[in-house]
């Protein structure tokens, strides 16, 4: 009997649904759009997000995930089940197994969450996966072998670093700064220096642009748009990719110290396989413009970014209600 294997990563800033056999079918971000006078929802999605910051007083748009914990277990839930029955379309029947990943260093009591949350939304079976675990299997590492590998996997709301062998997690931390904190670091930036008032979507622009962990070779300029805080005017101000860095750099260093932290609590054998592996890198953070030749400068590692890290995630744990059908199947 055919059953539909359903693998989601559940995101701060996106959710992404994986199929088993078809791969990632859906990437959006986790942002709901809801009536407080009526309490229905409007938009859910990429809909919902182009309304950041731009809604009536009635309307508002939340993001139901915190630093990778529900903070809204019902919109969360309502938002599972939009995104559930848009990834497998009308034409199923069955209940789908679902396997969901978390931040490594959730409660049991947030576990709990995600997983009656995922039920309600509609599943028939429910496992729930470490994030590192899910990154190393979607970035291509055999877990299963006796020799140490370190993921480091850099999301929305967190950062998990996790050194894996023989399948499990050995030593690992969870840390609450990741990509929505450059942004932060980035709006923060813009008013101090700049006196120039951004919203969200402005700050990840600058992040996607030119933001950056290390110098870049050539600096880069682009120009931001916002609110003056003296004359509360629209004004446009150039920035460079060099000022980026200097704003990121205590947020970037957090994360730095974190990685060498794992480290340190490392057994010899498995950091001496680190050494000769890497660091291999996930996640949509990741992709800030310097943060392989940072963590490879100040740890001495060689350090590499999987090949598509924004989908490492959701494919890890579709992959592993595979590995889990295949253990059951047997």
């Known amino acids: 009997m055919q059953f539909t294997d359903i693998g989601i990563d559940l995101g701060t800033a996106s959710i992404l649904v994986y199929i088993r056999g078809r791969g990632v079918v859906l990437k959006e971000p986790s942002v709901v759009a809801f009536d407080r006078d009526t309490d229905k929802l409007k938009a859910i999605g990429e809909d919902a997000r182009l309304m950041l910051g731009r809604t009536p007083g009635n309307i508002i748009a939340v993001r139901p995930l915190r630093q990778g914990v529900i903070s809204n277990y019902e919109v969360t839930e309502k938002m599972m089940k939009y995104f559930i029955q848009k990834a497998m379309g009308r034409r199923s029947f069955r209940k789908p197994r679902i396997s969901v990943c978390v931040p490594s260093g959730v409660t049991e009591v947030e576990k709990k969450a995600v997983e009656d949350a995922t039920m309600q939304a509609g599943a028939r079976e429910v496992s729930i996966i470490e994030e590192p675990i899910a990154a190393a299997i979607g970035a291509g590492i055999d877990i299963a072998k ?19 062998s023989l399948g499990g997690t050995v030593v690992s931390t969870s840390l609450k700064v990741a990509g929505d904190d450059f942004d932060e670091a980035l709006t923060r930036h ?26 870049r070779a050539e600096i880069e300029y682009m120009d931001v748009r916002g ?10 101000v150039s920035v460079s990719s060099e000022e980026t860095e200097d704003a990121l750099r205590e947020t970037t260093m957090q994360i730095i110290e974190a990685i060498t932290g794992v480290l340190e609590k490392t057994p010899p054998e498995l950091a001496a396989d680190i050494a000769d592996r890497g660091i291999v890198l996930t996640g949509g953070g990741s992709l800030l413009q310097g943060m392989e030749e940072l963590i490879s400068d100040k740890t001495g590692i060689n350090t590499m970014t999987a090949e598509d890290p924004m989908t490492a995630v959701a494919v890890g744990t579709g992959k592993y209600v595979e590995f889990l059908a295949g253990y059951r199947d047997n």
């Open 146 to 164: 006796p020799c140490g590998n370190m993921i480091v996997d850099i999301g929305g709301g967190t950062t998990d670093i996790a050194v894996i």
């Open 190 to 215: 813009m008013r101090k220096k700049h006196n120039l008032l951004i919203g969200e979507r402005t700050a990840e622009d600058i992040k996607i642009r030119i933001g950056s962990a290390f110098p």
């Open 227 to 236: 609110r003056n805080l003296v004359s509360g005017l629209p004004r446009t």
